[in-house]
């Protein structure tokens, strides 16, 4: 049993959903929060039939209204460059996660919430859903990685506008820049949908997937060559028994049955 309290953990074999569930802060990001994100990742990290995980907020208001900001009266330039930093980790842990995880945004995904959304690996909307980075209404730039990763998705341009106004986007802007991967009507149909690229996922080999995840990544990894990554990772994947699964079924025109070795 998980000691988790402001957020939420539902694991069903294949799939796990993390509610993030502080609705009368619209689920903003405390540092404990932040911690309890941390720790879920590596409790999740030891299942391994888990082939997909599901972030959303708790509520019908806010996936997360952002850092919170109760917490900034006691924020100075020392202990800032700290805070950004654990932030810095925790969503990078969940970018490398070894299987997708995807965002499921219901309503307000502001400042560190749609950073949060950004390190996921996909993003799904419902159409309610609002995204922001309003951080420069607060004196500060977004510091949970945002200056990069909104950058890598929509463009300089775009994310440069988007930071420096601190205007707020609709889930169908948000679609046609790139920022979101699907708009659902309403949440329920939303998670179906998420449901449905995990089902399709978990019928992949799934080191073949922890592969593609971290060959993209690498692209952005200044210490990496993104190529040469891939030819290692490629390799890696000739070594498994589902390489040689996969082949087989297709030349046998059956669907092949991955074992994940
Ligand atoms: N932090 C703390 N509490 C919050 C936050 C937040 N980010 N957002 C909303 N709340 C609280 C409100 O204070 C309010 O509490 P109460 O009921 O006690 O008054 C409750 O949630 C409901 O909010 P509202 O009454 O404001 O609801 P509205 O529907 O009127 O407005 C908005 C909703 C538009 C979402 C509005 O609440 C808002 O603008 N929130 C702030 C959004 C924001 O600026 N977020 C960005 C924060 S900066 C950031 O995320 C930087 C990340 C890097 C951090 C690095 C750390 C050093």
Known sequence: ?????NIRLEENNKEAIITIDRPKFLNALNQKTLEEIDSVFDVLSENNTLRGVVITGGGDKAFVAGADINEFLNVDRDNA???CENGHKVFS???NFKVPVI?????YAL??????????????????????????????????????RLAQLIGKGKALE??????????DEALNLGLVNYVSENKNDML???SEIIKTISRKAPKAIENVIKSLNAKYDESKDGYKTEIELFSECCATKDFVE?????????????KGE
Request: positive net charge; proline residues 4%.
């Open 103 to 107: 965002a499921a945004v219901n309503g």
């Open 246 to 258: 996969g082949t087989k079924a297709f030349l046998e025109k059956r669907c092949p049955d991955f």
């Open 192 to 194: 179906s949908k998420a």
């Open 162 to 171: 988007l930071m420096c106004t601190a205007e707020m986007i609709s889930a």
């Open 81 to 83: 460059k700290q805070i």
């Open 1 to 5: 049993m998980n000691n988790f309290s």
């Open 111 to 148: 400042g560190g919430g749609s950073e949060l959304a950004l390190a996921c690996h996909m993003r799904l909307a419902t159409k309610n859903a609002k995204f922001s980075q309003p951080e420069v209404n607060l004196g500060i730039i977004p510091g949970y990685g945002g200056t990069q």
């Open 93 to 95: 842990k969940i970018e």
